[in-house]
């Protein structure tokens, strides 16, 4: 059954109130026009609850505008959501990728997750080419998918709104890697579902790292928004040592947009639950309002939070990942590098649920202290155990 504006209806009920479907919820395809935006494929998804959010085909399939009832919960950058063919990936020494950073999410990968990087290219059998250099955060996000399929499917009296698409990394003497993605928001729903899965599609071993950088913004976002993790420990900040409490924030509450903020990075070790789930939320109490980000343990086992509350970019970014912030070359020293032979494949989960009121915050909290209750002063001492990645072929 749907549960649509108060009340519980079946397919006949909602087909009797509406021409169609389009009336209260669906996917629609529509092409941006202007700026630097111009030229990108967009679907925008609308749930009939409230919900409102945009996936763009050229950018990943990544997650742009969200909101619910018109209260934003995705971040909006001054780079707007750039078209790809403007990017220039080695740019800026690397740091091009902020030129394209906006939105919900980003994918961060399929070979590289983090700070710019020179590893070794050996795997790939091409004498000429001895190492490959990575920008900041790989090259994903930025690469147009091939949509398969969009649109409604009922199933009895349920109705599922859906987007699939397969985004490839691929290059010659090189790694040949394809994302295969699929979105999917039940109509009445408050949550957002994604299903990845990366496969190697060349006949060379490619290495594979993976995450999900998910920002938050206003107003979820705002003085004394709280950040809501099962955090048994804190492993790591940037920012660790003489300027661990500079700036007076801590990792917990939320403060006003700053002047000069210098962005904070901490590394959490999240527990999960029975079923292998890790929690994660940024609440607003004020408002009622709050995003929920569900990964699973076994697939993103490292958890980054971002801070960057520096005035005209005001966001905080929830970010699990396959690997530690170390990043690629330690990944590979540690013997943590996944690599993936031909056909070999990882698949990855996210639920992306709107908390909407005191009551869905209070569950929210509930599930996630269940599981650990996380550190109550807001500068705990960063142990530096990065616990060994297991599962890595």
Known sequence: MVELYGKTLSRRQ??????MLSQFAGVRLMTLGDGVERGIRMLEFRTGSGLRFTALVDRALDIADCDFKGQAIGWHSPSGFRHPGLHEYEGEEGLAWARSFSGLLLTCGLDHILFMDEVPADSYNYPPKKTVRHSLHGRVSTIPARLTGYGEAWDGDR?????????????????????????????????????????NHGFNRAPHMYFYHINVSHPVLDEGSRYLAPIRDVVWAGHAGERYEAQKVGYRT??????????????????????????????????????????????????????????GQYALGIEPSTHHVLGNLAARERGEMI????????????VFRVLDGAGDISAAESRIAAIARQPQQDYPQPSGNFPVLGGRS
Do not use: M
């Open 159 to 199: 109705c599922v709104l859906w987007a699939e698409a397969i985004v490839q990394q691929s290059t010659v003497f090189g790694e040949d890697l394809h994302l295969l993605r699929r979105i999917e928001a039940d109509v009445g729903g408050n949550e957002i579902r994604l299903s990845d899965r990366v496969v």
């Open 14 to 19: 909602v087909s009797e109130r509406s021409g």
């Open 254 to 311: 939320v403060p006003a947009p700053q002047l000069g903020f210098k962005e904070q990075v901490w590394q959490h070790e999240l527990g999960a639950d029975a079923d292998g789930d890790v929690p994660v939320a940024v609440v607003n109490d004020r408002l009622g309002l709050g995003l929920e980000v569900v990964t699973r343990k076994d697939q993103l086992p490292c958890a980054y939070e971002w801070q960057n509350f520096q005035a």
């Open 339 to 350: 690599w993936l032979e031909h056909g070999e494949s990882r698949s990855y989960n996210a």
